[in-house]
Nanobody
Framework: QVQLVESGGGLVQPGGSLRLSCAASGMSFSGYTMAWYRQAPGKQREMVATITRDYIRNYVDSVKGRFTISRDNAKSTVYLQMNSLKPEDTAVYYC?????????WGQGTQVTVSI
């Protein structure tokens, strides 16, 4: 019954910005850590950012200072603000949580950083 739905991806030029959203349902959103992952073609899935129920944030080194994860518990939504985008940020971005000892994933949203 847990469902995660990402949105906000698209095509952007290097140096540009995007904000991704992930709307959650079927869970008590405020009590769980949320995460953003990404997967580029031919590469393994990579954790990009996490935010705990207590708003503690962590990022992969490659996005520190450029990306910001946030959450709005009233809207059961987690966001990823992506600034100063680079071509190497191109990937499908997935929302993730662990609920009831199971991993849940959204359908993904494509982010392409290119001229």
């Amino acid at each position: 019954q847990v469902q995660l739905v990402e949105s906000g991806g698209g095509l952007v030029q290097p140096g540009g910005s995007l904000r991704l959203s992930c709307a959650a349902s079927g869970m008590s959103f405020s009590g769980y850590t949320m995460a953003w992952y990404r997967q580029a073609p031919g590469k393994q899935r990579e954790m990009v950012a996490t935010i705990t129920r207590d708003y503690i944030r962590n990022y992969v080194d490659s996005v520190k200072g450029r990306f910001t994860i946030s959450r709005d518990n009233a809207k059961s939504t987690v966001y990823l603000q992506m600034n100063s985008l680079k071509p190497e940020d191109t990937a499908v971005y997935y929302c993730n949580t662990i609920f009831g000892s199971k991993h849940y994933w959204g359908q993904g949203t494509q982010v392409t950083v290119s001229i």
